[in-house]
């Protein structure tokens, strides 16, 4: 690590290393603290969706709009950071294909008729496996293999006490530790927002069958595009975070994502990730109270999505600069 870094971040999921390139790009030492392995954002199927997930969630066009704005400033973070955006729209073939496009359209997206469905070009995607790799590679950001047991924070600096004994000082800290339950030593006001992080276990199970090339989504199902393959998913099964895949839960979607592609196919490995969130779907992201201490938290299911807004909202923070607009509805202290 950086011998004295002036930010730490803990957690080297898609908030944690979204915010620490964007800290390292704008000149600061980061060190990333993470134990390794896999996580939610590496599991993820890495959509970048606000048109579809607007549609199914049925949110409000300010909601939309919110979600719109987040993936806009995703060209010029992939630009800076050297990530590969896949822009080949998502196609919903779920019933009344009309509806849905009408309803895309209220609420500012845009959709057309196909013979299945309808396609958006709204929507775009990531492969969250390479980004992670890439983001994690970034010049200035150095990445420590632990995990922390302990924080310790004054006026001045944290102090960032690791499993295995390490410890590091920064001025400001990240918590980007996803659906993990509270660090110990937090201030009781942080640890009391971090324990109301509800996990949402989800799985997803690869499939090796040549795809139509981009996302294709139904009721309660989807099945997007990797190397070799799709992969179908995804559970959403609010209050656990086991890790162990369910086969028959992954048998009954793999049937439903074969079914809608009207392909065979062998389904290979099941994944399983735990996303967090709190009461309002929308993540903890910003300073905490406390000195040095900002949140980078609970993005529910749009992660990869929000990566870059949750980012620059953080390093803004850390910086000192005035809040960008969207900044308001992720304020950790929202909640009062
Ligand atoms: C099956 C599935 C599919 C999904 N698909 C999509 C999608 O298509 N598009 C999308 O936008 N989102 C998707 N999501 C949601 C997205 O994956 C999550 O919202 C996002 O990954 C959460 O990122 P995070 O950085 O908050 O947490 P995580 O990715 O969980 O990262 C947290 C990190 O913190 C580390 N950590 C925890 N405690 C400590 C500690 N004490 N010390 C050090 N490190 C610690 C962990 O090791 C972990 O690496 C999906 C999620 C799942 C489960």
Same mark, same amino acid.
């Given at each position: ?113 196909? $013979?299945?469905?309808?396609?958006? !070009?709204?929507?775009? @995607? *990531?492969?969250?496996? &390479?980004? #992670?790799?890439? +983001? ?104 656990? $975070?086991?890790?162990?895949?369910? !086969?028959?839960?992954? @048998? *009954?979607?793999?049937? &439903?994502? #074969?079914?809608? +592609? ?75």
């Amino acid at each position: 690590m950086a011998s004295s870094p002036d930010v730490i971040v803990i957690g080297a999921g898609v908030l944690g290393l979204c915010t620490a390139a964007e800290l390292a790009g704008r000149g600061h030492a980061v060190t990333v603290v993470d134990p390794g392995g896999p996580n939610a954002s590496s599991v993820a199927a890495g959509m970048l969706a606000p048109a579809l997930e607007s549609l199914l969630e049925d949110l409000t066009p300010e909601q939309a709009g919110f979600l719109k704005r987040a993936r806009d400033l995703w060209p010029a973070f992939a630009k800076a950071h050297g990530l590969t955006l896949h822009r080949e729209g998502a196609e919903w073939r779920g019933p009344d294909a009309a509806a849905a496009i009408e309803r895309l359209r209220e609420l500012g997206f845009e959709a057309r008729a196909t $013979r299945t469905g309808l396609l958006t !070009p709204d929507d775009w @995607r *990531i492969d969250p496996g &390479a980004a #992670l790799t890439v +983001l994690s590679r970034t010049p200035g950001l150095s990445t420590v293999r632990a995990r922390v047991a302990r924080l310790a924070g004054d006026a001045r600096r944290w102090r960032v006490e690791a499993e295995d004994g390490r410890t590091w000082f920064a001025p400001s800290i990240v918590l980007a530790t996803g659906a993990a339950p509270a660090t110990p030593g937090l201030p009781p006001m942080v640890a009391g927002l971090v324990e109301s992080i509800q996990p949402i276990r989800g799985q997803l199970t690869q499939v090796m069958v040549e795809g139509p090339g981009r996302v294709v989504r139904a009721p309660g199902v989807y099945v997007a595009p990797v190397a070799g393959g799709v992969v179908v998913g995804a559970t959403m099964e609010p209050g656990r $975070r086991d890790l162990d895949p369910d !086969p028959e839960e992954a @048998r *009954i979607k793999v049937a &439903a994502g #074969l079914a809608l +592609l009207g392909v065979e196919g062998e389904a290979g490995a099941t994944r399983v990730g735990v996303r967090g969130a709190v009461a309002d779907g929308l993540p903890l992201a910003g300073a905490s109270g406390p000195p040095g201490l900002f949140l980078a938290l609970a993005p529910r299911r749009n992660g990869w999505l929000l990566g870059p807004l949750v980012a620059a909202i953080v390093a803004d923070g850390i910086e000192g600069h005035p809040a960008i607009a969207d900044a308001a509805a992720l304020d950790p202290l929202r909640f009062g």
